[in-house]
């Protein structure tokens, strides 16, 4: 009891230091009471609630299911005037619990008629200056006359009735679609493709005037199943042009007819091989197979250059199948080259393969097919391994986009082949990106049209976990002893967009169409929010098992942000509902800094502040063996005090230590000379862990690490106690910048003089 006694006398006197001030602030008035505010309350209100669909772990349930449509089609594309016409076999399985009345098809390529209402989406004006490119895009060209001609709906002949609103057609069946069954149906359509560089667009063709030749990026290009599921039923969201796509899974057999002097490549694996490709490349696709250290040119620049010539009136059909993916995609031109590799992923045999026209030399055979390569090791050993048998990287002027096993990506050098590293980095981080929405969303298939960053956000995330690999993997791609300059992903670059004007800045958890930076938003913060997730919060071992579960859980299923949220803590052990509600729900920012330091001694002299507290407490200095603390300020202070240990500072400590230590554990015990208390102030609106670097007038420095729940009972002031055997000269908040701190002027104890970029700039000057 003795001992019990004293250290509640110790912990008093020192509880008293940080509480004092705020009970004497405390008025007795009757005050209004207040609604939950905590940062750390529950999320239930934000979630949705578990069901027998998606369970409280984040895992699917047992009553989960997905519909999927498989599709037949003929394309044929007419290079001469630019136009696409199909005709498509829909088979769309039920296996929802309920009948469907009708069926939802997405025609997204009617965004690009003349009167989509999505051209008027925009608010604009007269600013003072513009480029005539722009102005002449705005004011003086007719809007590009594309979008779908439906010329026929059909099942078995018998026309079918349906309604286009916009972007979207319902079909009308004659009989509800009972759950668990199937139904087929047919649709013909063609549509004019816009020129994708001077018409921006994820899909279209590049005109290049100096051959007369065109290289096609087609996707969106035929009706497509809409999603129906147990979140929102049919996901019928008109497409706007920011939030991407929302669709099912199936298996797909496709035809595309086009010149016979082109080469294509597409998702699915080629059906008629020896049909498309020249001997030649046939030789050369079988060491591909076989080489796993350098890509082989399956089609060279020569021969390229050579058909870029000849503008073939004949046809080719060029066969593709494609099982369980969620869309499909193609990219042809007679300009192309072509060069594979193959890649071991955990494993596993797959081509990483490169299409470009000559205007990508000589980078893109540098680069391209040695990047894919890598991305496919990266992501697959952050997610899971790579299930289908390629992935393709095709060159497009000013593109980045993605579908199931190719995707369009920019780079280009100059006409003389010269190039920058900001554009051998740009395009390597483009495919690293591109080539990573395999995995995020054409496997696990978020819902694109509704949440923007559950695709773009986390891809982002693995794509610098991917760019970091590489440069490791790669040395010769970076400068000596370099990072890979990711554009996005450490902390200290989103703090600009996080310090910004709160009138052009939204939440995460916000549609794509409705936020002013989508870069920022969809991209930059979540990928941010992840990597401190990984690096600050939770760790790597634990991140990286709760992020790979994840993965697992939704392959090939359809994850809602309540899923990716609850399974990072169903399987790490963490409680992190104050870290979504704050970087995903709110547009607060990091801002913690240090609000003062005092230097403490500990005496056995009281003080008029002890005394007042044992008073309080119902005793005095003569009946209770007490320690105080003072400050340099404190008449109880005495210099002598700073070159005595603790225990000589205090009799009546080194008492109570000798009768209540054995000698053996009086030589484990610390005997500090100094204490700081450090009050550290929140001036931003997210809680975090408290980084501390302290140094020590010896030179020597260490870093603290104080765990968020810091803040759980005051979102505005904490202190903690720093005891010493050595003086310390100066404490650093967040030293390494992992935490987006969007003020860095209040992190340093004495303050530091921050200069702006100006003064930096006189004094180099100056120099």
């Not at 929302?246 to 035809?255: C, K, Q």
């Not at 991917?466 to 300059?485: I, L, M, R, T």
């Not at 055997?725 to 002027?745: C, G, M, Q, Y």
Request: glycine letters at 6%.
């Amino acid at each position: 009891m003795k001992r019990l006694n004293m250290l509640c006398s110790v912990f008093l006197m020192f509880v008293f230091a940080g509480v004092s001030a705020q009970e004497t602030e405390q008025k007795e008035a009757r005050q209004e009471g207040h609604t939950n505010q905590n940062k750390f309350r529950q999320m239930y209100q934000e979630l949705a609630t578990p069901n027998q669909y998606r369970t409280a772990s984040g895992a699917p349930g047992p009553a989960y299911y997905q519909n999927e449509a498989d599709y037949k089609m003929d394309i044929v594309l007419d290079d001469k005037n630019s136009t696409i016409t199909g005709e498509e076999t829909i088979t769309y399985h039920n296996n929802s619990p309920e009948n469907l009345e009708y069926l939802w098809v997405q025609l997204d390529q009617n965004i690009r008629k003349k009167d989509a209402p999505a051209l008027q989406k925009d608010g604009d004006g007269m600013g003072p200056v513009t480029t005539p490119a722009r102005f002449a895009d705005s004011y003086l060209q007719e809007p590009f006359d594309g979008g779908f001609n439906i010329k026929e709906v059909s099942q078995n002949g018998t026309d079918l009735k349906y309604t286009i609103h916009q972007t979207m057609m319902r079909i009308d069946m004659p009989q509800p679609l009972k759950s668990g069954e199937s139904y087929t149906f047919d649709i013909k359509w063609s549509y004019n493709v816009n020129n994708h560089v001077t018409n921006r667009a994820r899909s279209g063709y590049e005109f290049f005037p100096e051959d007369g030749n065109k290289a096609y990026v087609i996707a969106q290009f035929f009706p497509r199943m809409a999603v129906y599921n147990d979140v929102e039923g049919w996901q019928n969201y008109q497409f706007w042009g920011n939030g991407e796509f929302a669709l099912p899974f199936g298996d797909y057999e496709v035809n595309i007819t086009v010149p016979a002097d082109h080469v294509m490549e597409a998702t699915g694996e080629l059906q008629n091989r020896k049909d498309v490709y020249t001997k030649d490349m046939m030789k050369r696709y079988e060491q591909a197979k076989k080489s796993f250290d350098k890509p082989v040119i399956v089609r060279t620049q020569e021969e390229a250059v050579e058909a870029e010539k000849g503008f073939s009136t004949k046809t080719k059909t060029w066969t593709y199948k494609a099982d369980m993916v969620r869309d499909f995609a193609f990219s042809t031109s007679r300009k192309f080259i072509l060069d594979m590799m193959a890649v071991d992923v955990m494993g596993k045999d797959v081509m990483a393969v490169s299409l470009y026209p000559k205007e990508g030399n000589p980078l893109w055979e540098e680069w391209s097919t040695e990047v894919v390569a890598s991305t496919l090791k990266s992501y697959s050993k952050h997610t899971f391994q790579y299930p289908y048998h390629k992935a393709v990287s095709v060159h497009a002027k000013n593109q980045g986009m993605e579908y199931p096993m190719i995707c369009w990506n920019y780079g280009r050098p100059d006409e003389d082949g010269n190039y920058s590293d900001r554009t051998k980095f740009g395009m390597m981080s483009v495919i690293i990106h591109e080539v990573g929405h395999n995995f995020f969303p054409m496997i696990v298939n978020s819902d694109e049209r509704q949440w923007g960053w559950m695709d773009e956000g986390i891809n982002t995330f693995v794509q610098y976990l991917a760019e970091q690999e590489f440069a490791e993997a790669y040395p010769e791609a970076v400068a000596p002893n370099s990072k890979y300059p990711s554009r996005r992903g450490e902390p200290s670059k989103i703090v600009p967009y996080m310090k910004g004007n709160q009138d052009f800045i939204s939440p995460i958890m916000s549609n794509p169409e409705q936020v002013h930076q989508l870069g920022n938003n969809a991209y930059g913060k979540p990928a941010t929010a992840l990597n401190i997730l990984r690096e600050t919060v939770m760790g790597r071992e634990l991140f990286d098992y709760a992020f790979s579960t994840y993965s697992h859980r939704w392959m090939f299923k359809h994850p809602t942000p309540e899923d990716f949220f609850r399974t990072m803590e169903d399987a790490s052990s963490i409680d992190l509902d104050w870290f979504w509600r704050g970087w995903f729900y709110t547009t607060d920012n990091v801002d913690i800094g240090i609000k003062e330091v005092n230097k403490y001694y500990v005496t056995d002299t009281p003080t008029e502040a002890g005394k007042e507290m044992l008073k309080r407490y119902g005793t005095t200095p003569e009946e209770t063996k007490a320690l105080y603390v003072v400050t340099e300020d404190d008449a109880a202070f005495d210099e002598s005090m700073k070159n005595k240990s603790l225990m000589e500072n205090s009799e009546t400590l080194q008492a109570y230590v000798m009768d209540n230590f054995s000698e053996e554990e009086r030589k484990n015990l610390q005997t500090p000379k100094y204490f700081y208390q450090v009050v550290f102030e929140k001036p931003g609106g997210l809680v975090m862990p408290l980084i501390v670097e302290v140094t020590y007038a010896d030179g020597t420095s260490e870093k603290k690490t104080y765990p968020v729940q810091i803040w759980r009972k005051n979102d505005k002031v904490v202190s903690k106690v720093i005891p010493s055997n050595k003086e310390i000269t100066s404490i650093t908040i967040d030293p390494n910048l992992e935490t987006a701190d969007v003020d860095v002027n209040n992190n340093s104890w004495p303050k530091k003089e921050n200069k702006n970029e100006f003064d930096e700039f006189k004094d180099s000057a100056q120099d």
